[in-house]
């Protein structure tokens, strides 16, 4: 079976590529456990400094995986998904997104748990929960300490659509460029001239909020989302979107 995460090291830089395109790289189960164990094993390894977080085809994340929640019936799903976050929020090294295609839903939680993210051309995001009838209540742990509140109003209210650039003023992207293969390469450089402790250090002071509002908000938050996604508003809404119609409440 070929795997969903795909690992490689190389002076001292682990990157970790989603490659499911059959799904545009949802989080299944199956992708969150093999990214938790990426994550673990790049921890473990003391030869590396980062973790670059990409992928392939033109979708970064999409989000939950709609044909495993249509069907679920359980808590386990959001907590996956939180205990994927805090990894990533924990890890004692720089984990970094570089992304040049569509984020939406929950595969945008993965950018506001990582350190740092460059957008390329190409880049778009997009919280579509509302439209399920659906909230972003897990992911909203990391983002609302990272982006604009005015920002995050909107855009988890209205489900719009919005480019690197405009991810980047609201603090969901550190930086848009043209090539984010090629703005990445100064920061991997700085890294590589960092120590490890200084690295894990560091990081502890800026990922304090996040950390505390994992700690505060884990377990209701992810009850939240089970309870959503186990509605009939909900299964309306997933069912509409594999289906590819409107949702009966859609005006």
Same mark, same amino acid.
């Given at each position: 079976?070929?795997?969903?995460?795909?690992?490689?090291?190389?002076?001292?830089?682990?990157?970790?590529?989603?490659?499911?395109?059959?799904?545009?790289?949802?989080?299944?189960?199956?992708?969150?456990?093999?990214?938790?164990?990426?994550?673990?094993?790049?921890?473990?390894?003391?030869?590396?400094?980062?973790?670059?977080?990409?992928?392939?085809?033109?979708?970064?994340?999409?989000?939950?995986?709609?044909?495993?929640? *249509? +069907?679920?019936?359980?808590? &386990?799903?959001? !907590? #996956? %998904? @939180?205990?994927?976050?805090?990894? /990533?929020?924990? =890890?004692?090294?720089?984990?970094?997104?570089?992304?040049?295609?569509?984020?939406?839903?929950?595969?945008?939680?993965?950018?506001?748990?990582?350190?740092?993210?460059?957008?390329?051309?190409? *880049? +778009?995001?997009?919280?579509? &929960?509302?439209? !399920? #009838? %659906? @909230?972003?209540?897990?992911?909203? /742990?990391?983002? =609302?300490?990272?982006?604009?509140?005015?920002?995050?109003?909107?855009?988890?209210?209205?489900?719009?659509?919005?480019?690197?650039?405009?991810?980047?003023?609201?603090?969901?992207?550190?930086? *848009?460029?043209?090539?984010?293969?090629?703005?990445?390469?100064?920061?991997?450089?700085?890294?590589?001239?960092?120590?490890?402790?200084?690295?894990?250090?560091?990081?502890?002071?800026?990922?304090?909020?996040?950390?505390?509002?994992?700690?505060?908000?884990?377990?209701?938050?992810?009850?939240?989302?089970?309870?959503?996604?186990?509605?009939?508003?909900?299964?309306?809404?997933?069912?509409?979107?594999?289906?590819?119609?409107?949702?009966?409440?859609?005006?």
């Amino acid at each position: 079976m070929e795997p969903l995460v795909r690992s490689k090291t190389k002076e001292g830089i682990t990157t970790l590529t989603l490659d499911s395109p059959h799904n545009r790289n949802a989080l299944s189960a199956r992708l969150l456990r093999e990214l938790h164990e990426a994550l673990a094993a790049a921890e473990r390894d003391d030869a590396v400094r980062a973790v670059v977080l990409t992928h392939t085809g033109e979708t970064f994340c999409s989000g939950a995986d709609l044909s495993e929640a *249509a +069907s679920a019936d359980a808590i &386990e799903g959001p !907590l #996956a %998904l @939180a205990a994927l976050l805090r990894a /990533i929020v924990e =890890l004692p090294k720089p984990v970094i997104a570089r992304i040049s295609g569509h984020a939406r839903a929950g595969g945008i939680g993965l950018l506001g748990a990582c350190d740092i993210v460059v957008s390329g051309t190409g *880049a +778009s995001f997009a919280f579509t &929960e509302a439209r !399920l #009838a %659906l @909230a972003p209540a897990v992911i909203s /742990i990391p983002l =609302l300490c990272r982006i604009d509140a005015r920002a995050a109003a909107r855009y988890f209210l209205t489900g719009e659509p919005f480019d690197g650039a405009e991810a980047a003023r609201i603090g969901l992207v550190t930086i *848009a460029a043209m090539s984010a293969k090629m703005a990445l390469g100064p920061i991997l450089q700085g890294i590589r001239r960092a120590s490890p402790q200084g690295l894990a250090e560091s990081k502890k002071l800026v990922t304090a909020d996040v950390r505390r509002a994992l700690d505060r908000d884990t377990d209701d938050l992810a009850a939240l989302s089970a309870r959503l996604f186990g509605s009939d508003e909900a299964r309306e809404g997933m069912m509409a979107f594999l289906e590819k119609r409107d949702p009966a409440w859609a005006r």
